[in-house]
């Protein structure tokens, strides 16, 4: 991964290289999460077709500061920021017409929550919280 603190600024004659280091790329507020990226390019030079199964939401996105079994048990808030983002992602994800199913979206219940939870499909549809 590359680290920087300022966005990557687009250059359209460079489109491919750009495309690698827009993969590469993120904030240095994320550097915490030490992740790794692999990057598989074929002999012709055609990327290799990838699906997103899965979008995970950190810690940063729970807007609750507290943990307990109530909150853990509970279900998902529709106005809780992380289902907020997952809810825009998802929309733009059925608006590119691209995926079949949408990914699974899973977020921490609050910031102190251990593990991840799967956020219902049916708390992304747009329509019942517009």
């Not at 290289?17 to 240095?28: D, E, N, P």
């Not at 290799?48 to 943990?67: D, M, N, Q, S, V």
């Not at 608006?95 to 949408?102: D, M, P, Q, R």
Request: hydrophobic share 30%.
């Amino acid at each position: 991964m590359h680290y920087d603190a300022k966005p990557l600024e687009y250059c359209e004659e460079e489109t491919k290289s750009f495309a690698k280091k827009i993969l590469i790329y993120k904030k240095t507020c994320f550097r915490y999460e030490r992740e790794y990226r692999t990057i598989l390019e074929s002999s012709d030079g055609k990327y290799l077709p990838i699906r997103i199964c899965r979008i995970t939401l950190g810690r940063r996105f729970a807007t609750k500061t507290k943990t307990n079994e109530a909150t853990e048990n509970g279900d998902f808030d529709a106005n809780d920021a992380s289902v907020k983002i997952a809810r825009k992602f998802a929309q733009k994800i059925r608006k590119s017409g691209g995926y079949k199913e949408l990914p699974e979206f899973c977020a921490y219940k609050s910031k102190y929550s251990k593990k991840t939870q799967k956020i219902p499909p049916n708390v992304l549809e747009v329509e019942s919280y517009f």
